[in-house]
C-alpha cells in the first residue's frame, strides 16, 4: 500500500528565513503533486512534477523530485507571511492512478 | 472556465439519518474524485469515478457510496451517519491523468 509521509508536520519560521518541507513515498510513483491549502478554503494547485530530477518554481516556492530515493522536497526562499499555509504532497499509485495525500504541512511564517 | 462547484457549503445533521451530496466538476473534466479532511485522519480518498463507472475506492464502510451522471456531475451519499462522519468533504475533477481540481468543499456537522 502507498504510503505517503511528510515532515515536519508543523514548521514555525521567521520572515526571510529558508526552509524545506519534504515528502517520501513508499512505493514507485510517476506523478508527484503539491497542493496548498489556506484555512477554511480548498486546495491549489501548486506543482505536479513527472520525471526524476524535475524541478519547478513559482515565486518563493520551488519543487524538485528525485523518484529513486522516493522523496520531494519544497523549498522556500525568503518566505513572507502570505506563505502560511498547509502544504500537502501527493502521489499517485502505478497500479491504479489512486491519488495519495500526505498529512500536510502546516506552515506557520512570523513577522 | 467555471471551477469545481460543490452544494450545498454547509450541512448538519443528526446520527442516523443520510445524506447526499453534490459535485459538478469543470467543464470537459471526466474524472471525479472524493476526498474526506479531518483534522486527525487528515485527507483520505473515499473513491474516484470516470464516465460514469466508480474506477477507484479507498477504504471507508459502505454507508458511503456515489454515483457519476452522464453529464459528469458527481453525487456521494453517507446513510446512517456517525458522530465521526463530521468532515469536510472535498470533490476533486481532473482530466485523465492531469492535475486535480479542488471544489471549495461541503463541511457536514453531525449531532
Known amino acids: 500500500e502507498l504510503k505517503v509521509e511528510q515532515n515536519p508536520l508543523f514548521l514555525s519560521m521567521q520572515e526571510g528565513k529558508n526552509y524545506t518541507i519534504y515528502c517520501n513515498y513508499s512505493?514507485?510513483?510517476?506523478?508527484l503533486y503539491w497542493y496548498r491549502q489556506d484555512p477554511g478554503k480548498s486546495l491549489e494547485s501548486l506543482f505536479v512534477?513527472?520525471?526524476?530530477?524535475a524541478v519547478k518554481q513559482e515565486g518563493r516556492l520551488m519543487a524538485s523530485l528525485d523518484t529513486k530515493a522516493r522523496l520531494s522536497t519544497l523549498h522556500i526562499t525568503a518566505a513572507v507571511h502570505d506563505l502560511s499555509a498547509t502544504y500537502f504532497c501527493a502521489v499517485n499509485t502505478l497500479r491504479d492512478d489512486k491519488i495519495i495525500f500526505g498529512k500536510g504541512t502546516r506552515l506557520h511564517i512570523l513577522p | 472556465k467555471a471551477g469545481v462547484t460543490q452544494t450545498p457549503r454547509y450541512l448538519i445533521k443528526t446520527r442516523g439519518q443520510q445524506v447526499t451530496l453534490s459535485c459538478s466538476p469543470i467543464?470537459?473534466?471526466?474524472?471525479v474524485s472524493w476526498y474526506q479532511q479531518t483534522p486527525g485522519q487528515g485527507l483520505q480518498f473515499l473513491f474516484e469515478?470516470?464516465?460514469?463507472?466508480?474506477?477507484n475506492k479507498g477504504n471507508f464502510p459502505g454507508r458511503f457510496s456515489g454515483r457519476q451522471f452522464s453529464n459528469s456531475r458527481s453525487e456521494m451519499n453517507v446513510s446512517t451517519l456517525e458522530l465521526g462522519d463530521s468532515a469536510l468533504y472535498l470533490c476533486?475533477?481532473?482530466?485523465?491523468?492531469?492535475?486535480?481540481?479542488f471544489g471549495p468543499g461541503t463541511r457536514l456537522t453531525v449531532l
Open positions: 512534477l513527472l520525471s526524476n530530477g
Open positions: 512505493t514507485t510513483s510517476d506523478r
Open positions: 476533486a475533477s481532473r482530466f485523465h491523468t492531469d492535475t486535480q481540481y
Open positions: 467543464s470537459g473534466h471526466r474524472s
Open positions: 469515478y470516470f464516465s460514469e463507472t466508480q474506477r
